[in-house]
Every structure is written in structure tokens, then in C-alpha cells.
């Protein structure tokens, strides 16, 4: 079973909809990341938090608004999402004391954009 | 700039082959590197990775990785592969100062055959 948690699972949304995808952790992480992963590529990074900070935005279009209230939760809200922006999103968390670069992953919430 | 390279989309084993699957990086600094392994539907999950030391790294599930500074490369292999192994195998760098910032290759669907 992941410790990262991603819900929902799956995700179908209209061009002038506005949802979000929410992540939690437990292991006491202060690093969480959001990633996006198309189909049969690598996963790309987005964004990174760490102490709850904003640190790294991958210049990711504004329409992907992040947001971290707390140490253990991460989210996404997503507005005027575009086709192209279908994919699996995956969140994941790591310490942030110690660059060791294990990153713990959820199974992620896959979105299609109609 | 980093990147990492994975010589091999996909490789097709029969069970109890030996596998190795392919990496090389290119790094103008030191570096972490790591193997990740994405069962289908699920996230990524850390497989081994090298920070420092011995360059003969093992890992969980049988595997074992070789860090060869020279050659920039970090071959994953496995003596003996079940069914079980079928999945795609991200190789990933990061830099030691970052905030476990990963690049990831391509990846390397492994198919193994009964």
C-alpha cells in the first residue's frame, strides 16, 4: 500500500470546469512535488513545496494552480484545463533534511480534459 | 544540464533470463542516480539508487545496478527475472544540491515471457 495517498483516482473534466486533485502524506515529508506524466513518457516535473514554500514551478502554465495547506497535504486546481493537459498526475513527497532523492510516489489521479 | 539517456524502449526477456537494461547520463557536476520501476496503473517506486560509495548498488526485488563514472553509465540487470518484473523502469539523475529534483529518462518497458 503507497503512503502517499492521491485522490481522486480518476478525473474527467470539461474545458470550463474547475476541480482539483488533492495528496496526503504521513511520513512527516516537508518536500511534495507534483508531477505530470503523459502516456508511455517519463514523468515531468511541475512543481515542488518545500516547508510548505513554493520552491520550483517548472513554468508551468497558470491554469495548474498549486497549493499546499499544510505539511502533510498537497493540491492542484485545475480551471480551463486543455486536451492536451490529459494525463496522470502524480504527487509525491520526500524529506527535505537530507537530499537523498528517494521519492515516494501515490498512484496518481488520471485526468482527461474533454 | 543533466540528462539521462535509456538506450533501450523495450526489451523482451523469457522468465528466469538474466536482463540488463540500459542507462547512461550526462552530468557537468556529481551526481545521485537512482532506478524507479511503474507497475501499469500505479506510481513509481524506488528500485535502488547510488549516492555515493561502492558502485555496485543492490536494490529490492533481486535487482543490482553498476555506477561506472567513465562510461557515465548505471546499467540495471537481474540474473533471473519472473513475470512479476514486467513493468517500465525509469532511470533518473539528480543533482546533489537540489531539492530531490529528479530528470528521468525515457524508460525501458521490460516484457517478460513465459
Known amino acids: 500500500d503507497t503512503e502517499v495517498t492521491q485522490t481522486p483516482k480518476h478525473l474527467v473534466m470539461g474545458m470550463t470546469n474547475k476541480k482539483s486533485l488533492k495528496c496526503e502524506q504521513h511520513m512527516g515529508h516537508r518536500a511534495m512535488y507534483w508531477y505530470k506524466q503523459k502516456a508511455k513518457k517519463p514523468p515531468e516535473l511541475m512543481f515542488v513545496?518545500?516547508?510548505?514554500?513554493?520552491?520550483i514551478n517548472e513554468s508551468v502554465p497558470s491554469r495548474f494552480s498549486p497549493e499546499c495547506p499544510n505539511s502533510s497535504l498537497l493540491n492542484l486546481h485545475l480551471h480551463a484545463l486543455q486536451p492536451e493537459d490529459s494525463a496522470l498526475y502524480l504527487c509525491a513527497s520526500s524529506t527535505r533534511d537530507r537530499v537523498t532523492g528517494e521519492l515516494f510516489f501515490g498512484e496518481g489521479s488520471r485526468l482527461t480534459v474533454l | 544540464a543533466q540528462s539521462v539517456t535509456q538506450l533501450d524502449s523495450q526489451v523482451p526477456v523469457f522468465e528466469e533470463a538474466p536482463v540488463e537494461l540500459r542507462c547512461n547520463y550526462s552530468s557537468s557536476v556529481s551526481v545521485y542516480l537512482f532506478w524507479y520501476v511503474q507497475y501499469p496503473n500505479q506510481g513509481l517506486q524506488l528500485l535502488l539508487k547510488?549516492?555515493?560509495?561502492?558502485?555496485l548498488v543492490k536494490g529490492i526485488n533481486g535487482f543490482e545496478a553498476e555506477f561506472n563514472k567513465s562510461q557515465t553509465s548505471f546499467h540495471l540487470r537481474k540474473p533471473s527475472v519472473h513475470i512479476s518484473d514486467t513493468a517500465e523502469y525509469f532511470c533518473?539523475?539528480?543533482?546533489?544540491?537540489?531539492?530531490?529534483?529528479?530528470?528521468f529518462g525515457a524508460g525501458t518497458r521490460l516484457a517478460v515471457h513465459p
Open positions: 513545496y518545500s516547508y510548505e514554500k513554493l520552491s
Open positions: 547510488y549516492l555515493s560509495g561502492s558502485t
Open positions: 533518473a539523475v539528480s543533482d546533489p544540491g537540489g531539492y530531490n529534483k529528479l530528470i
